[in-house]
């Protein structure tokens, strides 16, 4: 028996020959969205996060989750069964993109197999929605947004978005409301947290059997050999520099793409990274830190702070082993708060020569001081309307997306990179944003392109 696949376009073509009942999801029309108009999607990588871009499909629909992939039999069967009808589950990822089936490829594996997997979905046709931190290195971020503009494909950052206060905070710096040169401050004291403490990597992993369901080798892919540990894999892998960068790229992209889209540095990079950590910094696991700048040829300055008076160990536990940091900061956190404005963090999120915003983590709003500004603001020109990522997808509009795209991502957190290259090595690092490349720096240089464990490559 022949089976042949029923699409829109044959079903209208046979309809002057025989009398057929065409479903109303299939036409659209008035409450109704064609299938045409909804991308389909295959998500790469399952864990807690993946699993929230994992549909469940329709029973009486065509299927929009139509793949599914991971390297773990457990939390691929789970991610199937969560789909329903019509997905598949796919253990390589590389079936996944000779199917003409698959519009987006969602990719919410750990970093260290992010650039791969984007840059194989985008050479065969697919757009991409990539979970953060962009990539593990700069030089992989480079090669992705590279590609995603000479392949036309629409490659999206999945942050906390643009919108909110990060879209005041536009409004206010285009006008000039608050001056330049423009100081940032991200940290707990002001409204922005960087889980330095979840994300510690460990220096005691005793070597132990890989489960069953777990391809190790392939999990590991592009990353250095390593024995199996499972604070290695699944969720606490931020705490190594073999897959991540630790809370500074987990939490850091959220706040610093907004940051760059508020202050218009989207096409932008620093000039200066300092950092300060304990020292020697661990090879392999991600261990506390205290503060970086990172500094603008504009002037622009901007400072992460992990909020932490003592940090504690790698272990992730206080105690006779712990490292305790209590080096002071430079300057004192300014702890004023704007007059009438109680509800505001207590140190300013960005100031300038001419006055003050604070952000409120509770409502998720700004404040100004003076107060006033506030109302300034609100009559100052709005930034151009963005959209979101499906609309991106079906209508391949030019319009500014809510979700950074490949460039503008690969630039808001490149210099969380070079925080933690600076972090790494103990000192500070020079960059040139233009042929982004380390300035008078072989081994930091070496880090902003890590080799891939063969056969794995750009």
């Keep these: 028996m022949v089976t042949l696949r029923l699409t829109r376009r044959r079903l209208l073509r046979a309809a002057p ?6 479903p109303r999801y299939v036409l659209g029309g008035p409450g109704h969205t064609p299938p045409s108009a909804v991308p389909t999607r295959a998500t790469v990588g399952t864990g807690a996060v993946g699993m929230i871009h994992v549909l469940a499909n329709t029973p009486d629909a065509p299927p929009v989750q139509v793949a599914v992939c991971d390297v773990d039999r457990r939390r691929l069967a789970a991610a199937a069964a969560k789909a329903g009808r019509g997905c598949r589950a796919i253990a390589d990822f590389r079936r996944i993109m000779d199917r003409t089936d698959v519009d987006v490829v969602v990719v919410a594996t750990p970093p260290h ?36 503009r000479r392949y036309g494909r629409v490659v999206c950052v999945h942050t906390m978005g643009r919108d ?23 940290g707990p004291a002001s409204g922005f947290g960087f889980k330095v403490r979840t994300w510690l990597g460990r220096t005691d992993l005793a070597p132990q059997p890989v489960p069953a369901a777990l391809d190790y080798d392939f999990w590991l892919g ?25 809370g500074l790229t ?3 992209q959220h706040w610093l793409d907004g940051v ?29 830190w205290r503060r970086a700048v ?23 536990e206080r105690g006779a082993e712990a490292e305790r940091y209590q080096a002071p900061f430079p300057e004192k956190p300014d702890t004023r708060q704007t007059p009438g404005r109680p509800d505001a963090a207590p140190a300013p999120f960005v100031e300038g020569p001419a006055g003050r915003a604070f952000f409120d983590p509770r409502r998720h709003r700004l404040t100004f001081d ?65 042929a982004e490349r380390v300035v008078g720096d072989d081994a930091a240089e070496c880090l902003v392109n890590p080799p891939m464990r063969p056969p794995w490559h750009l």
């Design 250 to 252: 987990d939490m850091g």
């Design 370 to 434: 003076p107060p006033h500004f506030g109302e300034v603001v609100d009559a100052c020109v709005e930034p151009p309307a963005t959209i979101e990522f499906p609309e991106a997808v079906t209508t391949r509009s030019s319009a500014p997306t809510r979700l950074p795209g490949a460039e503008a991502a690969h630039r808001s957190v490149t210099p969380l990179h070079l925080a933690n290259l600076a972090i790494r090595l103990g000192r500070a690092i020079r960059w040139d944003p233009s």
């Design 294 to 316: 990172i500094e603008y040829a504009d002037g622009t300055r901007i400072t992460l702070e992990s909020g932490e008076a003592e940090v504690v160990g790698r272990g992730g």
């Design 260 to 288: 760059h889209y508020a202050l218009g540095l989207d096409d932008a990079g620093p000039v200066h990274v300092s950092a300060d950590g304990p020292q020697p910094a661990h090879a392999d696991a991600v261990g506390p």
């Design 164 to 186: 909110g206060p990060w879209r005041t905070l536009r409004k206010a710096v285009t006008a000039g409301v608050l001056g330049r040169p423009l100081t940032v401050r991200l």
């Design 113 to 148: 197999w992010h650039a791969l997997v984007t840059l194989a979905a985008v050479r065969a046709g697919k757009d991409v929605l990539c979970e953060k931190p962009f990539t593990r290195s700069i030089a992989e971020g480079r090669a992705v947004a590279d590609a995603a």
């Design 17 to 22: 020959a025989a009398v057929i009942v065409v």
């Design 222 to 246: 592009p990353a250095p050999e390593q024995p199996y540990h499972p604070h290695r894999v699944h969720r606490t892998f931020r705490g190594y520099w073999d897959y991540d960068g630790g």
